[in-house]
C-alpha cells in the first residue's frame, strides 16, 4: 500500500521519532518532490507519491536501537511489516551512502531519494 501523508506522520509517531525528525523528514519530502516535478518537467518520469512517501518515512528506522544494522535497512524492515508498497520500502533501505557504493540505485526514485537523505 501507498499511505497517504497523514499515515506516514502517524508511522513515525508510533516509531518514536521525535517533532525534531519529523520536521526535518517533511523538509526532506518538500525537496524531494519539489526536484523530482522538476524532473518530471524535463521528461524523466518520476513517480510523486512514491518519491513523497519514501521521503516522509526515510529515517522511519533512526531510533531503532538493533546491532549490526543500519537505519534504512531497520526501516525498510518496519515499513515491510506495515505493509508499504514495496517500491517505497527498498527507497528507504538504499537511501545511504553505502547503497551507492554498492551500486543499487537502479530506479530513478532511488537515485532522486539519495539526494535527500
Same mark, same amino acid.
Given at each position: 500500500m501507498i499511505p497517504t501523508r497523514e499515515e506516514c506522520i502517524n508511522l513515525l509517531k508510533k516509531y518514536h521519532l521525535s517533532d525534531l525528525k519529523i520536521q526535518h523528514s517533511l523538509l526532506v519530502e518538500n525537496v524531494a518532490v519539489s526536484l523530482s516535478k522538476l524532473l518530471?518537467?524535463?521528461?524523466?518520469? =518520476? %513517480? @510523486? !507519491? #512514491?518519491?513523497?512517501?519514501?521521503?516522509?518515512?526515510?529515517?522511519?528506522?533512526?531510533?531503532?536501537?538493533?546491532?549490526?544494522?543500519?537505519?534504512?535497512?531497520?526501516?525498510?524492515?518496519?515499513?515491510?511489516?506495515?505493509? =508499504? %508498497? @514495496? !517500491? #517505497?520500502?527498498?527507497?528507504?533501505?538504499?537511501?545511504?551512502?553505502?547503497?551507492?557504493?554498492?551500486?543499487?540505485?537502479?530506479?530513478m526514485e532511488k537515485k532522486n531519494s539519495f539526494l535527500f537523505r
Amino acid at each position: 500500500m501507498i499511505p497517504t501523508r497523514e499515515e506516514c506522520i502517524n508511522l513515525l509517531k508510533k516509531y518514536h521519532l521525535s517533532d525534531l525528525k519529523i520536521q526535518h523528514s517533511l523538509l526532506v519530502e518538500n525537496v524531494a518532490v519539489s526536484l523530482s516535478k522538476l524532473l518530471n518537467e524535463k521528461g524523466i518520469l =518520476i %513517480d @510523486l !507519491n #512514491i518519491v513523497s512517501r519514501a521521503a516522509l518515512l526515510h529515517d522511519i528506522g533512526v531510533e531503532s536501537k538493533t546491532p549490526n544494522k543500519n537505519h534504512a535497512t531497520i526501516g525498510a524492515e518496519l515499513c515491510i511489516n506495515e505493509n =508499504i %508498497d @514495496l !517500491n #517505497i520500502c527498498k527507497i528507504i533501505q538504499h537511501h545511504i551512502a553505502e547503497a551507492i557504493l554498492e551500486n543499487k540505485l537502479d530506479t530513478m526514485e532511488k537515485k532522486n531519494s539519495f539526494l535527500f537523505r
